[in-house]
């Protein structure tokens, strides 16, 4: 079974506005992480932001923030005042387990986010 | 430095080749992973090393053969490969502590062609 989705396998923005990627999960784990990453075509992943099953605030980190909605098993990446560069594919990843402090991460399928000037 | 490095960067290679790939960072990360990457797919996790160990091998055919030489080096050793094993080869490191956003850092890939 799928454990991370993400809906939109593209999306199309104006230049300033603001972006919302969708991402739902599946654990029955009550701790778990969730990560977001950029992939531009160079093909790097670039981490951007975390959440943590136990935090009570929504993850910030300059111009990208977490809605994390815990009930709905929600954790949608914003991005506010979108730029150029911002054209990237994202995913969504959740933390499956430890082994030995190391992380086993799942990844969704992707958003490929294309911004207009 | 908060860099993780790979080479080479491009690799084409035939199917009776034995080639290596290589990985490098000096965050003093204790965890380190290789991924494969298919054309407009998610990373796919391979090989986890923690403390220089193998911790967990996802079924990965034996053409592919990890090794970690030290805390900085990881290494990928590919033989008789097939031209499906063409994608892209992701490592990474993070730190092995119990903090819960221990994110993984990525090296920029190699992108290997098998002919």
């Known amino acids: 079974a799928q454990k991370i989705t993400q809906t939109q396998p593209g999306m199309f923005v104006q230049e300033k506005e603001a972006v919302t990627l969708d991402c739902t999960y599946d654990t029955s784990d009550p701790s778990y992480g969730l990560f977001w990453y950029k992939q531009p075509s160079s093909g790097e992943m670039i981490f951007l932001i975390y959440?943590?099953?136990?935090?009570?605030q929504n993850a910030t980190e300059g111009r990208y923030s977490l809605n994390f909605q815990k009930a709905r098993k929600s954790a949608n990446l914003v991005i506010s005042a979108s730029q150029l560069g911002d054209s990237a594919m994202y995913f969504c990843?959740?933390?499956?387990?430890?082994?030995?402090?190391?992380?086993?991460?799942?990844f969704g399928q992707g958003t490929r986010l294309t911004i207009n000037p | 430095d908060t860099e993780v490095t790979q080479t080479p960067k491009h690799l084409v290679m035939g199917m009776t080749n034995k080639k290596s790939l290589k990985c490098e960072q000096h965050m003093g990360h204790r965890a380190m992973y290789w991924y494969k990457q298919k054309a407009k797919k998610p990373p796919e996790l391979m090989f986890v090393y923690s403390y220089e160990k193998l911790s967990i091998n996802e079924s990965v055919p034996s053409r592919f053969s990890p090794e970690c030489p030290n805390s900085s080096l990881l290494n990928l050793h590919l033989h008789a490969l097939q031209p499906e094993d063409s994608a892209l080869y992701l490592c990474a490191s993070s730190h092995p502590g119990l903090a819960h956003n221990n994110e993984q850092f990525f090296g920029p890939g190699t992108r290997l062609t098998v002919l």
């Open positions: 990843a959740m933390r499956e387990g430890r082994i030995q402090g190391a992380q086993k991460l799942v």
């Open positions: 959440q943590g099953s136990y935090d009570q």
